[in-house]
Nanobody, 120 residues
Framework: QVRLVESGGGLVRPGGSLRLSCAAS????????MGWYRQAPGRERELVAR???????TYAESVKGRFTIARDNAKNTFYLQMTSLKPEEAALYYC??????????????WGQGTQVTVSS
């Protein structure tokens, strides 16, 4: 069983910063890719940033230059540093992982989400 747990969400003023964390645990062999998605009420879930095992990073156009995805391999933890946050970026932020389990299965996992609210 693999589990992803997000943390770090909260209330921030427009222009402020937050750092989200996603800790992966369980029967993992390899984390092939990890990404952050967000979903606001009434909108579809969208990719914010993604990090592959080869070190390749992908960002949504709207967050380039403001958000940074990073990882700590020793802790199996991924981060999303968000700066210059905008009110329209308030959403439930989810961690997503493409993980090879110790059984050799490649499966996709989601965290439960962490709420980010951007408001003055």
């Amino acid at each position: 069983q693999v589990r992803l747990v997000e943390s770090g969400g909260g209330l921030v003023r427009p222009g402020g910063s937050l750092r989200l964390s996603c800790a992966a645990s369980g029967s993992m062999s390899t984390i092939n890719a990890m990404g952050w998605y967000r979903q606001a009420p009434g909108r579809e879930r969208e990719l914010v940033a993604r990090y592959t095992a080869t070190g390749s990073k992908t960002y949504a156009e709207s967050v380039k230059g403001r958000f940074t995805i990073a990882r700590d391999n020793a802790k199996n933890t991924f981060y999303l540093q968000m700066t210059s946050l905008k009110p329209e970026e308030a959403a439930l932020y989810y961690c997503n992982g493409l993980i090879t389990t110790t059984r050799g299965e490649v499966r996709e996992y989601w965290g439960q989400g962490t709420q980010v609210t951007v408001s003055s």
